[in-house]
């Protein structure tokens, strides 16, 4: 196993659309080991392809409760009931911002060996399929922010070098 390099705000790759995964080989099971452990060592609760520079439609999490990987993931159902909470991003490290998401989703996917799964997920697993699959199609959370939180995030992200230097967020304890 590996640990890869976690690509951050400015790069290209996470503004693009992913490819479908067409082939289930060795070689797709071997990123899914290495992007679970690229996560872990973040840490993270979950890491989409398109993050470790691999423009195809995969990501991983691991919520305490359980983890996994999802191949070509497409949400069939959003509840109508959304809920609001802080959001970070491993591309985007040191910031947290309120992204309204739908409180369960059904997603229909393929495991990494090509086997078809159809899960649904509540509450925080809702919302890590949901940022997850919005990595997949280019979308990062702040683009999910409000309007003039949006722009109060770009702001204060630019201050930051755009994640490239993240904020003191909590002050070391002194001794
Ligand atoms: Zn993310």
Redesign the pocket.
Known sequence: MAILEIRTLGDPILKSRAAEVTTFDAELARLVDDMLETMRAAPGV?L?AP?VGRLIRMFVWDDAEDHGAMVNPKITWFSEETEEAEEG????PGFYFPVARSVSVKVRARRPDGTHVDVTAEGFRARVFQ??ID?LDGI??IDRLAPDLRKEAMRNLRDHDFGMSPPPSKPAKTL
């Open positions: 979950g989409a993050q991003c491993l591309s985007v940022h997850e990595h990062l959370f």
